[in-house]
T-cell receptor, first 111, second 115 residues
Framework: DGGITQSPKYLFRKEGQNVTLSCEQNLNHDAMYWYRQDPGQGLRLIYYSQIVNDFQKGDIAEGYSVSREKKESFPLTVTSAQKNPTAFYLC??????????FGNGTRLTVT | DAKTTQPPSMDCAEGRAANLPCNHSTISGNEYVYWYRQIHSQGPQYIIHGLKNNETNEMASLIITEDRKSSTLILPHATLRDTAVYYCIVRVGGINTGTASKLTFGTGTRLQVTL
């Protein structure tokens, strides 16, 4: 069954620690994305990648880093420089028809 | 990408049609209208998209005005499972444009379907 897998669903970290969120897709999509969602808000784009070994900053990239070493994988690292890391993080991918497919998210809590 | 305006919330009785409006008065000629919905604590789900003709699929219908400045998503027979936040998004689209499908989300319309 094709789709996007984000793990874990819930993640807890102490302030000052870096944390990496996993995103894997088996849809053979070239483009992948990371969005952040805060309560009652829409999604905001953090980073996106159009192809392996290439990625661009989105609207709120500060305090985050990504890598795209494989087509299937686009991990997001939330660094200690991110001032408000607690949020719902959504990974997505898209192919030639430009329909964006989303995972079911990771809810990160930093205390 | 053009900005959209949606009402913050709407109610609909189960079994009735839900008509969700979206204003996109600054839409450009090469921008498509996309609709997604997000059920609580899940990722958004694609519903439908269109350029200028009305579109229908198994989930919904999309009606776009002739001047393309507004559109309406229609869920013909709403059920309790349709309760969600619905996002209207306009973006440069189409197949093989060679650009990533960056979507700019507003706050959407929270649709509550009731018995």
């Amino acid at each position: 069954d094709g789709g996007i897998t984000q793990s874990p669903k819930y993640l807890f970290r102490k302030e000052g620690q870096n944390v990496t969120l996993s995103c894997e897709q088996n849809l053979n999509h070239d483009a992948m994305y990371w969005y952040r969602q805060d309560p009652g808000q829409g999604l905001r784009l953090i980073y996106y990648s159009q192809i392996v070994n290439d990625f661009q900053k989105g609207d709120i990239a500060e305090g985050y880093s990504v890598s795209r070493e494989k087509k299937e994988s686009f991990p997001l690292t939330v660094t200690s420089a991110q001032k408000n890391p607690t949020a719902f993080y959504l990974c997505a991918s898209s192919g030639r028809d430009h329909r964006v497919h989303f995972g079911n998210g990771t809810r990160l809590t930093v205390t | 990408d053009a900005k959209t305006t949606q009402p913050p919330s709407m109610d609909c009785a189960e079994g009735r049609a839900a008509n969700l409006p979206c204003n996109h008065s600054t839409i450009s000629g090469n921008e498509y209208v996309y609709w997604y919905r997000q059920i609580h604590s899940q990722g958004p789900q694609y519903i439908i998209h269109g350029l200028k003709n009305n579109e229908t699929n198994e989930m919904a219908s999309l009606i776009i005005t002739e001047d393309r400045k507004s559109s309406t998503l229609i869920l013909p027979h709403a059920t309790l499972r349709d309760t969600a936040v619905y996002y209207c998004i306009v973006r440069v689209g189409g197949i093989n444009t060679g650009t990533a499908s960056k979507l700019t989300f507003g706050t959407g319309t929270r649709l509550q379907v009731t018995l």
